[in-house]
T-cell receptor, first 110, second 116 residues
Framework: TQLLEQSPQFLSIQEGENLTVYCNSS?????LQWYRQEPGEGPVLLVT???GGEVKKLKRLTFQFGDARKDSSLHITAAQPGDTGLYLC??????????WGAGTKLIIKP | GAGVSQSPSNKVTEKGKDVELRCDPI?????LYWYRQSLGQGLEFLIY????????KSGLPSDRFSAERTGGSVSTLTIQRTQQEDSAVYLC??????????????FGPGTRLTVL
């Protein structure tokens, strides 16, 4: 059972376009994290959101946690080839266990 | 290096053989995690070590899987009598503390296991 559904599973767009990736669940999480993973490497933490409705910005990336703490989104403005990678969301179930989405594979074409 | 290291980076084995995967966490990190990542899937939690406490083994998929952490540092994940469905990337992560939301997990590059 996939407790965290990510969409889309795959996205290929041109450099300069905007995009949004979604992470949805029927469960409430105490926090939610977004990671980026490149081939042959482990995931790297981008951001943690904790409060319902919270919005965090990291340069061209905007992360939002849903009011009910069941869903989250990642919006990238003016995507660049360097943004290419696998984006994973993970919800905190206990204070150390994370439930992971299957990921969104993003390709930014120059 | 200051990051998490894992060895081997790739392991090809025959069905029925035992394999050992090693993880060297960041020095001083008390928490260590093992995950499994199958193709097209997210990470699956396997086991968690925190200091000298008993490990949380609730994610181990069968009794063929075991792990130990010696001296609170290096960890070894052992898979006995490997099956083809064990083929995946095995990731190790370490962190300073036990709370996912406040203690960043740092991941190693993983071991890609292929069972023929």
């Amino acid at each position: 059972t996939q407790l965290l559904e990510q969409s889309p599973q795959f996205l290929s767009i041109q450099e300069g376009e905007n995009l949004t990736v979604y992470c949805n669940s029927s469960s409430v999480f105490s926090s939610l994290q977004w990671y980026r993973q490149e081939p042959g490497e482990g995931p790297v933490l981008l951001v943690t959101v904790v409060t319902g409705g919270e919005v965090k910005k990291l340069k061209r990336l905007t992360f939002q946690f849903g009011d009910a703490r069941k869903d989250s989104s990642l919006h990238i403005t003016a995507a660049q080839p360097g943004d290419t990678g696998l984006y994973l969301c993970a919800g905190e179930r206990s204070n150390y266990q994370l439930i992971w989405g299957a990921g969104t594979k993003l390709i930014i074409k120059p | 290096g200051a990051g998490v290291s894992q060895s081997p980076s790739n392991k090809v084995t025959e069905k029925g053989k035992d394999v050992e995967l090693r993880c060297d966490p960041i020095s001083g990190h008390t928490a260590l995690y093992w995950y499994r990542q199958s193709l097209g899937q997210g990470l699956e939690f396997l086991i968690y070590f925190q200091g000298n406490s008993a490990p949380d083994k609730s994610g181990l998929p069968s009794d063929r899987f075991s792990a130990e952490r010696t001296g609170g540092s290096v960890s070894t994940l052992t898979i006995q009598r490997t099956q083809q469905e064990d083929s995946a990337v095995y990731l190790c992560a370490s962190s300073l503390g036990r709370t996912a939301s406040t203690d960043t997990q740092y991941f190693g590059p993983g071991t890609r296991l292929t069972v023929l």
